[in-house]
């Protein structure tokens, strides 16, 4: 019964962290047309809710993996904690250029370093769709990936 509910629960706190994300990359893209004001708000969102949501996703997910006794060497399980990471990883560096870019422009600095800084958030923003994706992958697949590692377990362990 728990593993039910934290699995709706890791389910709905992956839609508000994959939203969250999708409308932040909206915000950037508006930004990129009409100006300023956007990155506090892509700031916030970040803040608000997808740290927070991304914490409760890792939680959830470390707790049904728990519950059910996976073993962690599995290759959805490692695929999928490796692609969180790089989630993770490529949306702070995103973040992190978002504010490089806003200073280059506050600070008048040369148009061609702001513009160096917006094709690295596109890059990062890149990197993060790539994680997600391989996520999903894992996540969609792991009765398959996990049935192939144990089959081939139960072959090695009958050899001897």
């Avoid at 790539?130 to 996520?135: D, N, R």
Wanted: glycine fraction near 4%; proline fraction near 1%; include cysteine.
């Amino acid at each position: 019964m728990l593993y039910n509910y934290l699995k709706i629960l890791h389910i709905i706190s992956a839609a508000f962290v994959l939203t969250s994300m999708a409308y932040s990359y909206h915000l950037w893209r508006s930004m990129l047309r009409n100006g300023r004001g956007v990155s506090d708000r892509i700031q916030a969102q970040t803040s608000l809710v997808i740290i927070p949501f991304a914490i409760l996703q890792l939680a959830s997910g470390f707790t049904l993996i728990s519950l059910q006794h996976y073993d962690f060497s599995q290759l959805w399980i490692a695929g999928s904690v490796i692609s969180f990471i790089v989630v993770i990883i490529s949306w702070f560096a995103f973040m992190y250029f978002l504010l490089m870019s806003q200073q280059a422009t506050i600070a008048a600095q040369k148009p061609e370093k702001a513009y160096r800084y917006r094709q690295l958030q596109g890059f990062m923003l890149l990197l993060c769709a790539l994680g997600v994706l391989s996520m999903v992958f894992f996540m969609a697949n792991k009765t398959v990936l996990a049935s192939d590692h144990s089959d081939s377990y139960e072959t090695h362990t009958r050899s001897y």
